[in-house]
């Protein structure tokens, strides 16, 4: 197994900007940049989990084209964080009608209730389908069993899309995680922080664990 993400990078975090993060893209980078992080990507959630909580009227997109970073140095993506729709792997990856430079697929019961065979199905299909489009497989313990989970897994290891090991609900259940630990050959460690305490703690938080687990030096 191979962390992608071992320094100052977090590929998951919410803004308020976007979606139903605390803080906006420019409180998040200023902050980023205090606490020396060198990359990031705001995934905020893609227009059918907006539209799922009744968020969609407020998000306008079409800024963070002309976004810049005016604060530091900090190099800033904005991606999404995207959702399986369905058994047969439809996905929507868009905010406002545009795509994300990094690409989270996640599973969210608010916008595909299901069990956990049928989110398996799902995933697997999605990425047999958009592989080439899909930076990462987001939380892959929430809505699947661990034979489930493993599933994905092993599709993701086969199409070379990494997984990815977040840092919030592994801290909270670390033992779910071991199936991802295991068996997955690449993965991110990422905050999917929704305020900037998350962005801060819960990363090393997760990488204290990591090696009180035995899984890092
Ligand atoms: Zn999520
Ligand atoms: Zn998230």
Redesign the pocket.
Known sequence: MKILNPGKEDYHIHSITFSDGWNSVDEIVKYAGEIGMTKIAICDHSAALLKADGLLKKTYRSPCKRWQNVYNSVEVIFGV?ADLLNESGDVCMEIDGIEGDFIIL?Y?EEVFKSDSKKVAAGFINAIKRYHDKIDCI??VRIGLEELDALKVIQTANEYNIPLELNAKYFVKYPENWRVLLDNADRFYVNS?AHVLSDLRDVRNEAFQLLKQMKYIK
């Open positions: 964080e996640s969210h987001g939380h999917d």
